[in-house]
């Protein structure tokens, strides 16, 4: 019985990660670009310009800054707080 192939077997036998980088690299420098690669298929930023790119990056490391401040100065007058309540008691 001759093996009859479908759209997902030939979707799923492609490689795409072959295509992202050159294979002559290091080993480190390739899983770093590979892991780049990925990330930008998964996000979808590989349809942006490198320095859009760069500015989405750099919006997104501001926010999550801005974050983890605003979590540290919540976290710290919550244990302040605390500390306090349990002292009067």
């Known amino acids: 019985r001759k093996y009859k192939e479908t759209t997902m077997t030939r979707l799923s036998n492609t490689n795409t990660d072959a295509l992202c980088c050159d294979t002559s690299?290091?080993?480190v420098v390739r899983t770093i670009k590979?892991?780049?690669?990925?990330?930008?298929?998964w996000t979808g930023l590989y349809m942006l310009e490198k320095?859009?790119?760069f500015a989405f990056h750099v919006a997104g490391w501001c926010c999550t800054a801005a974050f983890l401040l605003y979590i540290g100065v919540f976290m710290r007058g919550f244990m302040e707080g605390f500390?306090?309540?349990a002292q009067q008691e």
């Open 34 to 41: 590979t892991f780049m690669y990925r990330f930008n298929l």
């Open 25 to 27: 690299s290091n080993v």
């Open 51 to 53: 320095h859009e790119r």
């Open 83 to 85: 500390l306090a309540a």
